[in-house]
């Protein structure tokens, strides 16, 4: 009994996976040998050769094979013809048999694969080879189809039928280029007697694993991506090749889906940040190449409409303006979007000056209409900046920064405007950071103070409170305006940590001037739209009140209405705990923001702040008389004082006498106070 080889032992192996499972099962001898030695031989080989499989691989192979000439055996010119060659084997009874040479699959020129045939069969059962090899093929999962050289299937397993939905019976003798030949060889005409061998030329390696794959086609015309490989098999009475195909459609299917989430926004299924790039990055590497215009869009006011409406309309307006903006661009545009309300525009091309006035009125008419959403109207407008490749930026991700920050530059110019990228821009943005990198240490520094703006009644001018205001001094810009830091405060996240700074100071300052002799002064302090949104911030200001010492009815906290419209419920159920506390609760800058008497119904609030925007006219302006008048009488109905900010003249405060508005604060009584100054005012005041 001869024992099956290992090809393990081999020091470079030859077939392997399902080839060397058949060609070990094969009653056909085999042997794939190199240069003079024998590489790898299987059970039947050794059996006909009379030798024991050890001692065979490794082996010289001339002294085994006896031809009639000796140049009989030139394996390349063999395998060239495919036709066998009869020898003799030197000291076997059975004598005579044919050789056959194919390339071997090792990937090797110069390896090749033997296949002997005895023309007298050796004692012992013929085995049925056929049944074997059907059988063989029958347990491998993929699509396996044994073709002859003339390109006719041979045999098919149960995979290849129904890979390529053809039943074994109709598809042995059938041409294998229907099944293949449609892609890989598109725009050619394959006759149906073509040999194999052009399918070895188009796949000359396999493809299995590997991740590559081609598009296949199934006997009823459908096509499907799939993996390949072709290696040599041969047969007892010919030569053939071994065709796997795997079908990677359901791969194909996860990796899409997988791309889709990595690559693409999934609310408005445009191309992602990282897709952008990407798109960048293959436009840069094209040559020859004029420019790359990128057009950075921002939805103006977008929070206040996540505000009002909720974020599902919010998403729904974004998905419209994706819709609008993506209408009638040409092709070779891309639309992405970058996250939030930001989008952006990429355009390769040699007219630069052209695209940028294309794109700039394309972004202008997509926000010129209102928007439907949920059967209300919005109007929007959008500002829009723009950076050029490689004027600005010499790769992706700076050409994305360089039309982001022209965009930046293009909300502060007033919005609804176009800004393209400049050294000016560069250097404003710097500045941002700059000034970001600073305030981020200027609580640690003490840089940062609060003064005191003086609150009194209109009739009788008596001091009723202060409105905490902060400051920041810095070392180098000298006093920085709260217009300049407090909104980069808020985009970078420094606005909590900075307000509940305040909120402790405050407080403690307040307590020193009711001890002082003045128990009824009450100080205002503005709460952040984020810091209203921390979930911690009741337990803050509790523990402020606690820490100080100051009264809860002495503080009062001012939020704006566009802080308080987001997450309506949640703001109410905050506003309630507080003034359970007995906390006095303002809206800040009223009339700039919804001013709807059906939400004012529903929240626990004091009092009204008319902002100052309505103020500076009073006197002159009926318009702003009007709604000073309607606020204060709204106000009224609701059973809600009304405190009106900037009053500078006396005709403003007249006019506000006349429309019943109790309380009043501006330059006219007193500017802002640093707290040495404040003690110094408070003694002249009637409190």
Not at 189 to 205: T, W, Y
Not at 306 to 329: E, I, K, M, T, Y
Not at 511 to 525: D, E, H, M, S
Request: contains cysteine.
């Amino acid at each position: 009994m001869v024992a099956q080889p290992s090809l393990s032992q081999v020091a470079d192996p030859g077939p392997s996976g399902i080839l060397a499972a058949a060609y070990d099962r094969l009653p056909l001898a085999v042997l794939c040998v190199r240069d003079q030695a024998v590489l790898y031989a299987n059970i039947a080989a050794a059996s006909l050769l009379e030798a024991e499989l050890p001692g065979l691989i490794g082996a010289a192979w001339a002294p085994l094979l006896t031809p009639p000439a000796p140049e009989m055996l030139d394996f390349a010119r063999m395998a060239k013809t495919h036709l066998p060659e009869t020898i003799t084997l030197p000291g076997v009874c059975c004598g005579r048999c044919e050789i056959s040479v194919s390339p071997a699959p090792t990937g090797r020129a110069g390896d090749w694969l033997l296949c002997l045939r005895p023309l007298q069969p050796a004692s012992g059962a013929i085995l049925d080879q056929e049944i074997i090899l059907s059988n063989l093929i029958d347990s491998v999962g993929d699509a396996v189809l044994v073709v002859a050289n003339d390109g006719r299937i041979i045999d098919l397993n149960k995979g290849a039928q129904r890979v390529f939905a053809v039943d074994r019976e109709p598809g042995r003798g059938m041409s294998i280029w229907p099944l293949l030949a449609p892609t890989l060889f598109e725009g050619e005409d394959v006759l149906p007697e073509a040999s194999v061998q052009m399918l070895l030329r188009a796949v000359p390696r396999s493809t299995l694993g590997t991740g590559r794959s081609m598009v296949l086609s199934r006997a009823d015309g459908i096509s499907f991506p799939g993996e390949i490989a072709i290696t040599p098999l041969p047969l007892p009475n010919r030569a053939a090749h071994l065709v796997t195909v795997r079908d990677v459609s359901d791969r194909k299917r996860i990796e899409s889906r997988l791309e889709r989430l990595v690559l693409y926004d999934p609310l408005t299924r445009l191309p992602n940040r990282v897709k952008v790039l990407q798109h960048i990055e293959r436009l840069i590497a094209q040559a020859p190449l004029g420019a790359i215009v990128a057009v950075a869009i921002d939805v103006d006011h977008f929070k206040y409409v996540n505000d009002f409406f909720g974020h599902g309309p919010g998403d729904r307006l974004l998905q419209a303006v994706s819709g609008r903006l993506g209408g009638d661009l040409e092709e070779g545009d891309l639309l992405g979007h970058l996250g939030g309300d930001d989008f952006l525009i990429i355009s390769a091309t040699d007219d630069p000056a052209a695209t940028i006035e294309r794109l700039a009125r394309r972004v202008e008419e997509a926000s010129a209409r209102t928007f439907l959403i949920d059967q209300s109207e919005l109007f929007i407008s959008l500002s829009q900046g723009i950076a050029l490749y490689p004027d600005h930026a010499t790769d992706p991700s700076n050409l994305l920064t360089a039309a982001q920050a022209a965009t930046y530059e293009a909300k502060e110019a007033g919005r609804a405007t176009t800004v393209i990228y400049s050294e000016r821009v560069r250097d404003r943005r710097a500045g941002r950071l700059a000034i970001e990198t600073d305030l981020r240490r200027a609580v640690d520094r003490g840089e940062l103070s609060i003064e005191y703006q003086p609150r009194f009644s209109v009739e009788g001018h008596r001091l009723l409170g202060m409105e905490a205001l902060l400051r920041w001094d810095h070392p180098e810009m000298g006093r920085i305006p709260p217009s300049h830091f407090i909104p980069i405060a808020e985009e970078s996240g420094l606005i909590v940590p900075i307000g509940n700074w305040v909120l402790e100071t405050a407080c403690k300052q307040a307590r020193l001037w009711t001890q002082a002799g003045f128990p009824n002064l009450k100080v205002a302090i503005n709460l952040s739209v984020r810091q209203f949104r921390d979930a911690g911030l009741l337990a803050k200001v509790v523990d402020a009140l606690d820490t100080s010492g100051l009264p809860a009815q002495n503080l009062e906290l001012e939020i704006t209405e566009s802080g308080l419209m987001s997450e309506l419920d949640r703001a109410i159920d905050l506003l309630e705990d507080l003034k359970r506390i007995g906390i006095t609760i303002a809206i800040d800058d009223f009339g700039t923001g919804y001013s709807s008497l059906s939400y004012l119904k529903r929240l626990p609030i004091d009092l009204l702040k008319i902002d100052q925007s309505f103020i500076a006219g009073l006197s002159e302006n009926a318009d702003d008389r009007a709604i000073c008048q309607a606020i204060v009488s709204m106000a009224s109905s609701l059973g809600l004082e009304t405190v009106a900010e900037g009053v500078e003249t006396e005709g403003q405060l007249e006019c506000l006498r006349e429309i019943g508005c109790r309380e009043v604060q501006g330059y006219l009584f007193a500017r802002p106070l640093s707290v040495a100054d404040f003690s110094a005012y408070l003694p002249h005041q009637r409190v």
